[in-house]
C-alpha cells in the first residue's frame, strides 16, 4: 500500500494523477525535479499561454530563466524545443508527485497540496547510467518530499550545491529558487526590496547548463 502525506478528508478537490511521464532519465546527467503542475494540466483545461508540458503554466518562468540563464541562442516557446533542449543538455526532468488532491479553489501553490502519493523516485535514479547525478529542486517542499522518498538528510534552507552519496550514486543537489511568481516572498526582506533581486535566480539557473 502505497504511503500518503499530507491527508486530508476534507481537502479532496481536484484529485489528480500526474499527467506527465519523466524524461531523458536514463541519460541525463542533471536532473530538474519538481513536485506536480497545476490541476489545469492533468484535466486538460489550459489557459491562453500555457504549454501542455513541464512547467508549462503561463505564470511560471523557469522556461523563461533558463533560455535567458543559459545563454539559449534557440527559443524555448514549445514543449519540442524545450525537449530537444533537454537532450542537447543531457538534462532530464520528473516530478515527485504521483496523485495528490488540492484545497478547495484548487490553487497551484504547495500549501494547497494535500493526500500526496510519491512515485518511486529511488526506481527512478536507479534507472540512470551515471554514478555522478547533479539534480536540481524547484523548490524547497520538492526538496523535502525528496527527502521522504529517499529517506536522506540535506539542508533545506541552503541554497549552495550540496553532495550525498545514495545507492552507490553521488548526487550533487541544489535547492533552486522558485519560478513561480511569488518566488521571492523567502527572501530577507532587504533583498527582497532590491530591483535586480531576480540576479539571484539568474545566477543559479545558469549552474544547469555548465556540465
Not at 537532450?87 to 515527485?96: A, L, P, V, Y
Not at 518511486?120 to 536540481?136: A, M, Q, T
Request: net charge positive; aromatic share 12%; glycine share 4%.
Amino acid at each position: 500500500m502505497q504511503k500518503v502525506y499530507r491527508k486530508s478528508d476534507i481537502h479532496t478537490f481536484c484529485h489528480y494523477k500526474h499527467p506527465y511521464e519523466p524524461f531523458n532519465v536514463v541519460d541525463a546527467k542533471t536532473l530538474i525535479i519538481g513536485n506536480t503542475p497545476p490541476a489545469r494540466f492533468a484535466f486538460k483545461k489550459l489557459k491562453e499561454g500555457d504549454v501542455d508540458w513541464y512547467y508549462g503554466s503561463r505564470y511560471n518562468a523557469f522556461w523563461s530563466l533558463l533560455e535567458q540563464s543559459c545563454k539559449s541562442k534557440k527559443s524555448l516557446s514549445t514543449k519540442e524545443k524545450r525537449q530537444n533542449f533537454f537532450k542537447e543538455n543531457s538534462i532530464g526532468i520528473f516530478d515527485t508527485i504521483e496523485q495528490c488532491s488540492r484545497a478547495e479553489g484548487c490553487g497551484a501553490s504547495d500549501g494547497d497540496l494535500y493526500n500526496i502519493v510519491l512515485v518511486d523516485v529511488l526506481s527512478l535514479l536507479e534507472k540512470n547510467k551515471h554514478k555522478k547525478l547533479r539534480i536540481f529542486f524547484s523548490g524547497r517542499f520538492v526538496a523535502e518530499l525528496f527527502q521522504k522518498a529517499t529517506k536522506t538528510k540535506f539542508d533545506l534552507r541552503s541554497r549552495e550545491m550540496q553532495s550525498i552519496d545514495l545507492d552507490n550514486k553521488t548526487l550533487e543537489l541544489t535547492i533552486l529558487y522558485s519560478p513561480s511568481p511569488s518566488w521571492a516572498r523567502g527572501l530577507r526582506e532587504e533583498i527582497r526590496k532590491t530591483p535586480n533581486k531576480n540576479e539571484l535566480r539568474l545566477k543559479q539557473y545558469s549552474l544547469i547548463c555548465k556540465i
